[in-house]
């Protein structure tokens, strides 16, 4: 039982966890930067569910669309004035203009907000619900629901709207989409104000049961570059997939290792290979409207991009096999009475070391 509790608990979070990385990953499959400063803003975002809980007596939740309108807004403006001046500058320009906004944000919120932790008071704050044994806090349940409703208008948005179609075929290849009337400036500004806002809507969405404080980002920013390297950079589907494997597992890490072995389980920054294939944009399996063909005469190849539409191809068997075994070694420790704990923590030990670094597959 208390297996099935670690579990469900771990899924709760990795809800979360999804939510607000589907905004670093679409930042990346869209606009090609990886934004450093993306768990600052959901630090905003956090302030703003926070203030309007203070002055308008908002709920959180309901707090969560004016964070996410804010945060919108600032993050379409931070593109159009800073980002867009290195989009095309080495990538290491990116990174320090990435981490020289998370350093103003997060030294902006300590002196305008100070460096207490703040925090809001709900009716259900407390409440917790219980079925067939299981025990589910209600305000993890209730930022749980949200997350997957904002991660399925997501997914309504990118494969089913015109606007949705535009950004899928910007980020294909945007030399073609503006020769097919698309303006890749503004789809940016737009992708770049979607991903912040969607982190931020998380950030305000977990403030019932956190606290919110300058530094409130940075617990959050490993976690979530855990998670899109875990399901691949620009991969939507699998931001999802990894939150909520990461979430299990630091669930059940707090459950079965010490806490020297907690975090680490859930900072290891390696790929699985079956996360490693081929990129789907939120599992449509439709064709582009936009065919985005390299300019005719043009040798050079562009990169695929996890946003990028196409037809999903079946696991290989070999993968199939691979991650059978992974999954195996997860879940035979736990089933080992409580004399195994050293076996427990060898085979978590080697499963970790053997999964591939970034850049390598077991699959040919």
Not at 59 to 80: N, W
Not at 116 to 121: D, I, T
Not at 197 to 226: D, K, N, R
Request: a positive charge; proline letters at 5%; charged letters at 10%.
């Amino acid at each position: 039982m208390a297996l099935l509790q670690a579990i469900l608990d771990g899924l709760m979070l990795g809800g979360v966890y999804a939510v607000i990385s589907i905004g670093l990953t679409l930042v990346f499959g869209v606009v090609s930067i990886v934004n450093f400063a993306q768990a600052q803003f959901l630090m905003v975002g956090m302030y703003v569910a926070y203030f309007c809980w203070k002055h308008l007596g908002l709920d959180p939740i309901a707090g969560s669309l004016v964070s996410f309108a804010v945060v919108f807004v600032l993050g379409y403006f931070v593109q159009h004035w800073l980002l867009r001046r290195v989009l095309k500058a080495p990538e290491v320009a990116q990174i320090f203009l990435t981490v020289g906004i998370l350093i103003v944000l997060e030294n902006l919120a300590l002196v305008a907000f100070g460096s207490e932790f703040k925090s809001v008071q709900t009716s259900y704050q407390n409440e917790a619900l219980e079925f067939a044994g299981l025990i589910v806090s209600l305000p993890y349940l209730i930022a749980f629901c949200a997350s997957a409703l904002a991660g399925l208008g997501v997914w309504w948005v990118l494969a089913r709207t015109w606007w949705g179609r535009t950004v899928r075929a910007t980020a294909q290849d945007a030399m073609a989409a503006r020769l097919l009337g698309i303006n890749p400036d503004q789809t940016y500004r737009l992708a770049f104000g979607l991903g912040v806002g969607l982190t931020a809507f998380g950030g305000a969405i977990i403030l019932p049961y956190l606290t919110v404080s300058p530094a409130a980002g940075e617990q959050f920013g490993v976690l979530m570059f855990t998670v899109v390297v875990l399901g691949g950079l620009g991969n939507v589907l699998g931001a999802v997939v990894g939150g909520l494997a990461v979430g299990v597992i630091q669930s059940l890490s707090g459950l079965y290792l010490p806490l020297q072995l907690q975090n680490w389980c859930c900072s290891s920054s390696s790929s699985p290979p079956w996360l490693c294939g081929p990129r789907v944009c939120c599992g449509a399996v439709h064709e582009c409207p936009y065919a985005a063909a390299s300019p005719r005469g043009s040798s050079k190849v562009a990169k695929p991009h996890l946003l990028e539409s196409g037809t999903a191809q079946p696991l290989a068997r070999t993968q199939i096999i691979w991650l059978a075994l992974l999954l195996a070694a997860c879940i035979v420790p736990w089933l080992i009475s409580p004399q195994g704990y050293a076996i427990r923590v060898l085979t978590l030990l080697l499963l970790f070391a053997a999964m591939p670094r970034p850049g390598t597959s077991l699959v040919a």
